[in-house]
């Protein structure tokens, strides 16, 4: 299979893409390779098309046509283009028209690069590291082994959830697009958490796995400056040299741009002069390389690694262990690994480690119990993951056709618990931690599970089908690398699954990363000029922590690589603060801290996350991504402009309401103003806004509203009576001069809040008081960094009982000599060094206590001697 390149429109090489602004639906034009597809030149590069009509001037036309159907770089994509509010997209999945290698353009480090950016990897960091990349305006391509799994769900056929559905929203805030494919291709949605605050509220679908891909393609393949290069990544192109200057430099950050000084050191230690020293190459492209073993050069001012589990991958069932990224969805074929790529890190001594994942057995829903596993439907109406969706009030498209399915639920027990452990002998032996595997501590396999909570009655494992067209079922939770019939002996004890059939065995994958503080913020790395790393390869877990990560990435490559082919100034870094984002968070986390295991984004990470919540995420972010040049749709900063506007209407109306509060309890209620202390002498006389009572505990704006309504609907009736009494008498006096200036104007019925802006109308007026006691603890904690901690501090649950097992575990290995080393530590949530602060400072008032008293009996004693 020789490497293929497909591409979407060819943008202006002056500027970023605009945007389109109406919908487009898709429809993928097959043609036979004898037939000239219309357009077929605009999809072609100029190196092709020229080389192509040079073929033709001597060939017959069948020839020619021929020539030019093999020049095409993908199906032809014919765009009708519709505006219609509710007009939906879609796009069929085409095997592109394949081209030999020596037919991409040949081109040396010093001519003009092929591509500005070049991103290795279709998975879900690829896919938006290679959107935003073009979006920037940079000619961008992404480089994969097969372009028919770019945007393939490898695991979990599922976006969003707690902390990860709030990285998700705002990536789409950044202009990016797996919050879009999502919605295309949900069949059930829910949002977590939601009896909890609106700021731990993780938005959560599940795809159907061939609309998923199928959508991600589509909006790949319809986005300006981006072409899709199939062929495997063999090994870098590199220019050595100590301090080195990159192809694409980064300048120090742009002052009027960042909003703080915390933001501002980290751009600046993303500069290209704050990096000088470390570096010993700069990227100039890569290798790729087919299956029969034909290589070619791509040049390229940056590149984007975003490798997944293929960088050295091992693939493991029972004590069967082979070479592989992961296997085809489908099919017992094998992605081959990246070797090359992974020696190449090497050389230039990154620091590299082995990390774990595993995928369950894929289960024959036709074979199970329905009946006896607890059903779990979707939310409907749902909330979907595109903000501009949302603001336009629409619903995801499979919501509105009504074509959902349901989730069940089914809980493993004591036999599943003895054939796991009784089993585990016949589990694999890995590289890392002494044969154990180093694998994602919150989403840990049946064996760890059981292992760890030897106590625990049964484990719940969510039942998910895959897809509107599929038999096949995704056992959440279930993942166990047994030999396959030891796998189904283990399926078969829980309830429902008692003739259950695997469909395919599951399997874990071993494979390389490097430890991200060898990154910058901005994802580059230290040591070679214009490389950039993103996903997997930095040591997270999961598609949203992928996607958040190749946005930035992607973001920050286009923009440095636009701007040297443009011969412009270095351009500045775009950069996150961790009050900014949960990107923000994410990517601190990493290139400050490292990791050692799967990082998982959850709330708890973000010290600033009553700020940060997804329905925030357009208000804190889109408007920073226009400022950067990778975002220009207007539609999307139209609609963020009203809905600040909305947003602050609706909020001044809340503080201009007043009743006195025996009125607000008398009409919504006593539990509205606190219960029967409402009444109370004295209070009778005090007035509170609606803004003042919505922020009081469980009052809802919906219920703050209806008061309003019923109080303002009241006035408005008794002011158009009185009306009506003017004009009466107006008509006797016979003065319609005097009655039009004495008639005042109605007041006005506000209504409720417009669903686009609830939630943030409502936690924007709730979490204010919190939002300032926030920052205030989070700075007197920043002051107390230098304090030390006392080494006989006993780290156990009794002690710090709001700790989790990994904290105190951390902090018993790494015992911490001040609260600074203890930040330093991965894992280490804010709010739990806040914790921790606390008690270390009342366990040491205690202990000056305990040591003045002593001090005082003493002196009493040898007073009375």
Not at 103 to 118: G, N, Q, T, W
Request: proline share 6%; charged share 30%; net charge neutral.
């Amino acid at each position: 299979r020789p490497p293929t390149l497909f591409r979407g429109g060819a943008g202006s090489p002056g500027r970023p893409p605009r945007r389109k602004k109406a919908t487009a639906t898709l429809v993928v034009a097959a043609a036979a390779a004898t037939t000239l597809l219309p357009g077929a030149a605009s999809f072609a590069p100029p190196s092709v098309r020229s080389s192509g009509a040079a073929a033709a001037t001597s060939s017959s036309p069948a020839s020619s046509a021929a020539s030019a159907a093999a020049m095409l770089l993908r199906p032809s994509l014919l765009l009708s283009r519709s505006s219609g509010r509710h007009a939906r997209r879609h796009a069929a999945a085409l095997a592109p028209v394949r081209r030999p290698l020596s037919a991409l353009p040949s081109s040396s480090h010093e001519e003009p690069c092929d591509f500005d950016v070049i991103i290795v990897g279709g998975g879900h960091a690829g896919c938006d590291a290679a959107s935003a990349s073009a979006r920037t305006g940079a000619r961008t391509a992404l480089v994969t082994q097969r372009t028919d799994t770019v945007g393939e769900l490898s695991c979990n056929p599922s976006i969003g959830g707690i902390g990860k559905g709030h990285l998700v929203r705002e990536v789409d805030a950044l202009g990016g697009v797996i919050g879009e494919a999502a919605d295309r291709a949900g069949i059930h949605f829910r949002v977590l958490n939601r009896r909890k605050g609106p700021a731990v509220r993780g938005p959560r679908g599940q795809m159907d796995r061939d609309l998923y891909k199928e959508a991600m393609q589509g909006l790949l393949g319809t986005q300006e400056n981006l072409s899709v290069v199939q062929g495997g990544v063999e090994d870098l192109l590199l220019d050595e040299g100590d301090g080195i200057e990159a192809l694409a430099p980064v300048a120090d950050a742009d002052g009027d741009r960042v909003n703080c000084d915390k933001e501002k050191k980290m751009a600046d230690l993303a500069s290209s002069a704050a990096n000088a020293q470390h570096r010993k190459a700069r990227i100039r492209g890569v290798v790729i390389k087919d299956d029969d073993g034909n290589t070619k050069e791509i040049t390229a001012r940056c590149v984007v690694i975003t490798t997944g589990t293929f960088l050295r991958g091992v693939l493991m069932m029972g004590k069967d262990r082979y070479s592989g990224g992961r296997h085809l969805r489908d099919s017992e074929q094998v992605e081959p690994p990246s070797v090359g790529l992974a020696k190449t890190l090497e050389r230039f001594e990154f620091p590299l480690g082995r990390l774990k994942t595993g995928t369950p057995p894929r289960l024959d829903g036709r074979t199970i119990d329905w009946d006896a596993c607890p059903v779990q439907p979707s939310e409907v109406p749902a909330v979907p993951f595109s903000h501009l969706r949302q603001f336009r009030g629409e619903q995801p498209p499979l919501v509105e056709a009504g074509t959902l399915i349901n989730c069940h639920k089914s809980t493993t027990n004591d036999a599943t618990h003895k054939l796991v452990m009784d089993y585990a002998h016949l589990l694999p032996e890995y590289d890392g931690m002494d044969g154990k595997g180093n694998g994602p501590r919150y989403c840990p396999s049946i064996y760890k599970k059981v292992e760890r909570f030897p106590d625990r009655a049964g484990h719940n494992s969510f039942l998910e089908p895959e897809g509107l067209n599929t038999h096949i079922v995704y056992p959440n939770g279930m993942s166990g690398p047994y030999p396959e019939d030891i796998q189904l002996k283990i399926m078969r004890t829980m309830n429902g699954l008692e003739n259950v059939d695997i469909v395919r065995p599951g399997y874990d994958v071993e494979y390389d990363f490097v430890n991200p503080q060898s990154l910058t913020h901005t994802l580059e790395t230290k040591s070679i000029g214009g490389l950039y790393l993103a996903g997997q390869i930095c040591g997270t877990t999961g598609y949203e922590e992928a996607a958040a990560q190749g946005v930035i990435a992607g973001a920050n490559a286009g923009r440095a690589a636009f701007a040297a082919r443009l011969g412009d100034s270095p351009a500045s870094p775009f950069v996150l603060g961790r009050d900014e984002g949960y990107i923000g968070v994410l990517i601190d986390d990493l290139v400050t801290r490292g990791t050692n295991e799967p990082y998982r984004m959850f709330t708890s990470r973000a010290e600033y996350r009553i700020s940060l919540r997804a329905d925030n995420a357009d208000l804190r972010l889109t408007r920073k991504a226009a400022e950067y040049g990778f975002l220009s749709d207007e539609e999307r900063l139209a609609a963020l402009d009203a809905r600040e506007c909305l947003i602050e209407d609706r909020v001044q109306k809340l503080r201009d309401f007043k009743l006195f509060v025996t009125e607000w309890a008398d009409k919504g209620g006593k539990d509205l103003m606190g219960g029967d202390a409402v009444h109370r002498k004295g209070r009778e006389g005090n007035k509170k806004t609606a803004e003042e009572v919505l922020g009081m505990p469980h009052v809802t704006l919906k219920g703050v509203e209806d008061v309003m309504e019923e109080v303002q609907t009241s006035m408005r009736e008794e002011a158009e009576r009185e009306r009506e009494r003017a004009e009466a008498a107006g008509e006797e006096e016979d003065d319609d001069d005097a009655e039009e200036a004495s008639l005042p104007p109605l007041p006005q019925v506000n209504g409720p809040t417009p669903p686009s802006v609830y939630d943030t109308v409502e936690a924007s007026v709730k979490y204010k008081s919190y939002v300032a006691r926030q920052h205030k603890d989070m700075e007197s904690w920043r002051k107390a960094r230098g304090a030390r901690i006392p080494p006989d501090v006993s780290y156990d649950r009794a002690s710090l009982p709001t700790l989790s097992n990994e904290e105190l575990e951390k902090l018993n290995l790494v015992r911490p000599a001040t609260f600074a080393e203890a930040s330093n530590i991965s894992g280490m949530t804010p709010q739990s060094l806040v914790y921790l602060y606390h008690h270390v400072a009342r366990r040491n008032k205690e202990r000056d206590r305990k040591k003045r008293q002593r001090e005082e009996e003493e002196k009493a004693a040898a007073a009375k001697e």
